[in-house]
T-cell receptor
Framework: AQTVTQSQPEMSVQEAETVTLSCTYD???????LFWYKQPPSRQMILVIR??????QNATENRFSVNFQKAAKSFSLKISDSQLGDAAMYFC???????????FGTGTRLKVLA | DTGVSQDPRHKITKRGQNVTFRCDPI?????LYWYRQTLGQGPEFLTY????????KSRLLSDRFSAERPKGSFSTLEIQRTEQGDSAMYLC????????????FGPGTRLLVL
C-alpha cells in the first residue's frame, strides 16, 4: 500500500524568505502523480502544484517549485519570497495510476512571520 | 462561482441523529469524491462516483454511511445514527472524466456530534 509522510508538523519562515517543506512517499508503482495542496484556516483546500512521475523536470508555479527525486521517493516544496498569505496547512498527496483516491500526508503547518 | 460547493458548511447534531450533506461539483466534472478529515490529519478517501455509479468505497465507510449521486450531478452523503467518532470535516472533490486528472476540493462540511 502507498504511504505519504510529512515529517515536519510545523515550519516557520520570515516574510520574503524561502522555505522548503518535505514529503516522502512509498510506492511500488512506476506511474503516478504527486501534489501539494494548501489549506488556509477555515478555507478550502487548493492545488498548489502537481508533478507527474514520468517527467524528469521539476514542476514550477510562480513562487512555488518542487524538488522531485523519484529514486529517493522524495517530493519537497520550495516557497520563495514567502508572503503572509502563504500561511496555511500544506498537504502532500499521492495519486496512483488507475486509482481514484488520493493518499495524503498529515500536513505541515506553515507560519509566516512579519 | 464555478468551484465545488458544499452545504451545509457546519453541522452540530446529537448522537444518534441522522445527518445529510450535499456536494455540487464543478459543472463539467463527471467524477466526484468524498473524503473525511479529522483534526491533525490529512483527508482520507471515503468513496468515488463516476457519473451516477459509485465505483469504490473505503472500508472507512461503515454501513451507517451512504452516498448517492442520483443524476450524475450533485451528491449526498448521509450518516445514520451518528456517533461522536463521526465528528470530522467531510470534503467533496471533483475532477474531469479522465485518468490522472487533478481533483478540486470544496470547502467542506464540519460535523460535530455531541
Amino acid at each position: 500500500a502507498q504511504t505519504v509522510t510529512q515529517s515536519q508538523p510545523e515550519m516557520s519562515v520570515q516574510e520574503a524568505e524561502t522555505v522548503t517543506l518535505s514529503c516522502t512517499y512509498d510506492t511500488s508503482e512506476s506511474d503516478y502523480y504527486l501534489f501539494w495542496y494548501k489549506q488556509p484556516p477555515s478555507r478550502q483546500m487548493i492545488l498548489v502544484i502537481r508533478q507527474e512521475a514520468y517527467k524528469q523536470q521539476n514542476a514550477t508555479e510562480n513562487r512555488f517549485s518542487v524538488n522531485f527525486q523519484k529514486a529517493a521517493k522524495s517530493f519537497s516544496l520550495k516557497i520563495s519570497d514567502s508572503q503572509l498569505g502563504d500561511a496555511a496547512m500544506y498537504f502532500c498527496a499521492y495519486g496512483g495510476s488507475g486509482t481514484y483516491k488520493y493518499i495524503f500526508g498529515t500536513g505541515t503547518r506553515l507560519k509566516v512571520l512579519a | 462561482d464555478t468551484g465545488v460547493s458544499q452545504d451545509p458548511r457546519h453541522k452540530i447534531t446529537k448522537r444518534g441523529q441522522n445527518v445529510t450533506f450535499r456536494c455540487d461539483p464543478i459543472s463539467e466534472h463527471n467524477r466526484l469524491y468524498w473524503y473525511r478529515q479529522t483534526l491533525g490529519q490529512g483527508p482520507e478517501f471515503l468513496t468515488y462516483f463516476q457519473n451516477e455509479a459509485q465505483l469504490e468505497k473505503s472500508r472507512l465507510l461503515s454501513d451507517r454511511f451512504s452516498a448517492e449521486r442520483p443524476k450524475g450531478s450533485f451528491s449526498t452523503l448521509e450518516i445514520q445514527r451518528t456517533e461522536q467518532g463521526d465528528s470530522a470535516m467531510y470534503l467533496c472533490a471533483s475532477s474531469l472524466d479522465r485518468d490522472q486528472e487533478t481533483q478540486y476540493f470544496g470547502p467542506g462540511t464540519r460535523l460535530l456530534v455531541l
